[in-house]
């Protein structure tokens, strides 16, 4: 178990403990001979250390993404900490508690799941709340569904990510859904649930977030078309008119091709859903940049994404 | 008061009665002399008209936009109806219904209007309050405001249209408000109930809905801030900031300034407002086209604005 | 079979034949009673036709899509021939040739298949070859590719236009595949032949071609996405990221999300095998286009899509 | 009065002097003790500043922004020049000539008032010229209007450099508004006066140029149109569509939506004022960026806002 | 010599003129036999034309682009006047007057060049001074000069027009041309004479005005360059910088790529020349426009390239 | 002849070699005097370096871009190797190999120029392979297109790099030409051998690879235009379509607009030209820039004008 994490460490400390490996660089000294640097991460930041002895063993026995046990002092280096490291070796992940690692939501992920799980039952057309429990019913799939972050960088990016937006998406729709005749409550909560459920194949959330090959090479949408695929052909009569209609939910909430869709949305249930993606993403995101500012000022710094500075001032 | 209306007019009959002069054209007959072409409006549509005789009188009584009363009789000419004018007089508005050359939402103005007074009562900040109080004891702008279109042409493009989307947007914006911290409810509601309050000046709707020369040389967000200012100055003490951030609603409302605003949403309010409206208007008008199409198949005709199909097929 | 093609068919002629009712509509007569308007078609065109009588029979009996014979005579209305349709009835498919109601690639559909096969062979993977096998060992699905067309309007828009066109494209990734070195060429020969799959069930072509629901709603990446996942499972030991490389190179392969890709073309054949669909597809496209414009100009009429003239002159 | 500015101060000097304290933050020391690092401001630049002792006395005692008078030492640290505050208080604004701490005009500002009222004297008719005398008889209006800068970076960014642009672009007016028939000069003169109004609060600058709230909320098009309305009221008898049309010159000078105009030019002059105000900011900051380049290339920087190399070299 | 224009035809007049043959297309009767149809034009117009009998010698004896004589008569055909043609021959085009089949611009061709060679001579810089002179005294290209459309379809689009704009330019650059210091007022001057002098070479103009080959292959601004290049090897030790500069004015006077200039403006005077040319189209572009609209209404019809209405009212 | 590169120098080293002076300023002592700081270039990279003595005389002897001999030590400053310069004193050119200054394509150039010859000699039209050879047998032209490069930055960015595309290209072309009827071979070879010629002038390469003059004002696409024209002329009865078709391959091969050709591909030759130089460029630039990172990590670092990460693994 972590002694003490990366925004803890002082300078002039000596320090053994567990971190992950997320760089590793052999480097030339004048000299001739060889040494090592290196990142060292948990859920609170980074450290940089070098590695003046034993570059053989550490460059051979550590990957980049390893668990690895560290032993070193703490010095100021011009300004910054760095450790210089006397002993590394690699760590078995089943020996830690990768949550030290990671940054993770704020909210209890059991609740949420539960929550969740709840508003799914009260999807009423037979077929969809059959594909639906098949999901909720899949230990392997709840249990990466629970995990999965919701993005690398913009929003919910932390373990639990994806659980805390699908919930806060869907109690959403689920206030929006009666507000126009038209949309079909079901359809649009079943997509609702399961519109980025490609993303917990589409990143590496194991020790880091970090895209998968999968992620890069056919995305989070492609992912959970194919998951969704699967489970459809379990369920018994899935009208083949409700499995377009759902994969075109999947297909088009990314609102354009421009963003990502390769169809945009063609029916009431994909336009809402499109529009509500959007809402829950961007004022979590954007709540989010305002709250991690620590000026006084009425204005954050400039939000490069969005193009502009928000006020974070207000009303009396 | 009208006894038939356009949509209701066979070949062979005989006419007598009031219409819009929308169009009047001079042409010039192959013996040298000359015609009128005339086009007459009401709310279900138009018909063509020609005037062989009393070309003078007509053509220097009546303007494009009079009511008129015509005297005629209906032929089919190469699979148009087309009425052959014997006489056309000026009609002063006050004798007519407008009513009955518009097309006029087809909910209760009256009990929406009361309605939204409702929402407007449950604001609790003093000043705002007192804002909205004061443009709904304004009887001259609140007949306006029961009148007006919300558009030329793309969604709720009729008499008392404005109102009907503001009203269906506050609904929304209530029932979305509670879903985040951090959201100023009544700022928001008070930005949702007159972020489009300048449409009552930008058309023009007395007779046929187009845009004014204001509407077209400063548009509806300028004219609406102008109304704001001018309503913000009467209540004392309205603190500055509040001020500004209200403003703030009206002039971001559009998102971008791709669509038209000359600052993007900078506040968590902003961009909610923007997103409700989106929604509200987008889903109303795809909604109404939708019905709007005839045929038995599962797509719609093409939508240029959105480019492309919808599908209005159902799930059984 | 077929006597008479629209574009033989003269005014005065008593017409017995059958033909593809491609739109029907019902319209209101002066009288009051209805009649129906129609639109016939066979690959050489469309023809109007008008119904007063059996107006009811004929509503009931055939819809939109339908195979009908027909039996009227065709006369000259205002300058357009329009048959005069005195009864029509429904055909089933399976007695007519479909080939006779739409356009069809000049060149040998067997020929081709073989040919492609034939190429198909020299991927030297064993999984590659292995998944091709399948799909060719696969008659249900081999009789629609042979059929399907590769677009509703722009390029190979025919019966066998699907085939033809991936045989260009496989004949040209051959000739290129060598002249790179990197380029996996079994790789790159795979994705070409199955680039385009999902179009058997993007469009609908039994009796005219045009999109398919899934089509529309999903599109053929996505179908083709999924038909390549169900046969790669069947293939024994089929190496994972050998199956994402390989989906990757379907779903990039319009070269940017702004054409439907939903990830740009990460790997060297997929950037290839991009290109070579471009090159592919509008030269065909742009020689079919040149060839069509009878005029003795030097330049093509104007080509919308692309937003230029062409020049068809040539060097002597 | 100022003795010294930040581009004279060498290390080893011991200097006590005013300065813009234009930020201010605390920092943690190795021992868990506090201090603070600075940036003091004036006209020829920028300074870090570091103060370890009476932390909790400076911290409470000034703000960003204020002018400050303080006592230190300067040091070279790592290459860059650092005072080391010994003592630091607020002073009040009245006491220092603000002109010392930021950039201003190198034209004179009285000799340019006077010469703008000379050529809004030669505005014939009657409610322009009424109007615009209303705006120079307004001395406060006058005394920020000879202060405001017209941009924060780009153009004219300093102290007079709106007077200075407004001044250019009304000569310039006055030389081309003669050279097309059809366009009303004195509307192109009052437009081309009073089109950038708003930046006297679109920006702060009474000790740095930055935005205002106002400006970044709300933005200098529809301040200067609800300045300018204001005026308008008070003239008598301001013809409604001539206030439109130069309320039209302000919204749409900016010449689309997607450089902030909420209408394009919709009239000649508002075509011309668009075109003039392109080439007088865009001529002056071209000129001004390579006249800021001191080597001897032909070629300057890369210009990042153009997006390209300007050639600053000359014909013999 | 014309005896009656197309805009003066009356149904029933028999007509023995010459027209230009701007369009003639070979049909087929019902009969089987053989007819053409046929589009005469002039300056005012054009009009549709048919010819049922010496069917043979006309197609074979007259073609596209010919100046011909028709005789014939004029019926009213569903609305819209067409002429029976009886016969028709070519005529040689050294026998018409060329100004009866194409717009002229209104002003004196010969006053205009005067005045722009008048112009030019005060240009100081003695290789620009040869340079220009080279042109002036170039009778040939003096005589294309003068007779250049300035633009196939949006500004000056007229015989003369080239002259019209150019003269127009130069008058405005000479006023802008003092009032910016490090503006070289010969190579503006210079740059402006000769900015658009490929469209000589881009039209074809002896008979109608349409692109040329070139000028859609390679278009006016490659064809001006090598005019330019070509004279400037004329003159003595012209510069080589100079000559650079001279180019790029040309290359970069469409202001970016986007527009067509392969280079953006990199120079004052070049950034100063684009601006220029953008007023002085658009300026007269829209003038035009506004003054071609013959409606009472305060609003042009909607002007699709530039996506908006104008504003023709005055302020009285 | 070289000694030692800028990747061989160790700390503590004394060097006495020639280098290019890339880069010289002068910079002010806290006590008031002056040094020098320098950059000094060879084909391996560069070396910062200071003058602390003799600054007058380095500074009026040698000029940005000089071949300059070097005598110094060199030490470890903060990290970074820099040399103290005792003398600098200029070199001819002629004694020097540029080639050690500047990379070089990795083949052989004298092979390279025999084999595109080669294929240039299988050209059948007379005119284009009078054309050809023309400039095969002009020495100054082949003695710089051996040299020039083919770009600054992006792809065979080095000497000989052109030569390297070009020869890639052509051999390319000849694969492809056969494969689509209605493509003219000759056309097409001349077009894809002479497509950047205007590069040896685009760019200046006797020390070091920048843009010239002639490059930043004119672009070589206009320098191309002006080489084949002068050599056109030369040619004996070079037929007037053929120049406007081949120069017409010049002026747009970069495809659009937008990518600076003054007009896009509008003959089937001119579009395959522009697909085969995308393909040629971009399959060697981003396969460069795959072999470029040293990372076992399947991905490459983001590649910014592609915007993405390229997947750099490969199947087993």
Chains 1, 2, 3, 4, 5, 6 share one sequence.
Do not use: C
């Not at 590394?88 to 990671?102: C, Q, R």
């Not at 098949?134 to 629970?146: G, I, S």
């Amino acid at each position: 178990m972590k002694q003490i994490y990366v925004n803890q460490i002082q300078a002039g400390e000596a320090v053994d403990d567990i971190f992950v490996l997320s760089e590793k660089t052999l480097a030339r000294k004048k000299d001739g001979g060889q040494y090592l640097t290196l990142v060292l991460n948990d859920k609170t930041g980074n450290m940089k250390g070098v590695a003046w002895d034993q570059v053989d063993m550490i460059k051979d026995n550590a990957a980049k993404g390893d668990f690895v046990r560290v032993q070193g002092t703490v010095s100021d280096y011009r300004g910054v900490l760095q450790m210089v490291v006397k002993s590394l070796e690699t760590v078995a992940p089943e020996t830690v508690n990768t949550m030290d690692f990671m940054a993770t939501t704020p909210r209890n992920i059991e609740k949420m799941i539960v929550h969740l799980r709840d508003i799914a039952g009260t999807v009423q057309t037979a077929y969809l709340k059959d594909l639906l429990n098949r999901f909720f019913d899949d230990a392997q799939w709840v249990e990466k569904f629970k995990k999965a972050p919701a993005a690398k960088m913009m929003h919910h990016a932390y373990i639990g990510g994806l659980l805390e937006h699908t919930l806060s998406l869907v109690v959403l729709a689920d206030r929006v859904a009666g507000h126009y005749s038209g949309i079909d409550r079901d359809l649009l909560m079943t997509g609702a649930i399961l519109h980025d459920i490609g993303k917990i194949e589409e990143f590496e959330y194991a020790v880091r977030i970090d895209y998968s090959d999968a992620g890069r090479l056919v995305n989070h949408i492609v992912i959970g078309l194919e998951m969704i695929g699967k489970k459809i052909k379990e369920v018994e009569n899935f009208p083949e008119t409700a499995a377009l209609l759902l994969k075109h939910l999947i297909v088009s909430h990314h609102g354009s091709r421009e963003f990502g869709s390769p169809e945009p949305p063609k029916t009431l249930e994909a336009l809402m859903l499109n529009y509500l993606d959007e809402i829950d993403s961007k004022i979590n995101g954007i709540r989010d940049f305002m709250e991690s500012q620590e000026s006084d000022d009425n204005w954050t710094a400039y939000h490069k994404p969005m193009e502009r500075y928000f006020f974070k001032g207000h009303l009396k």
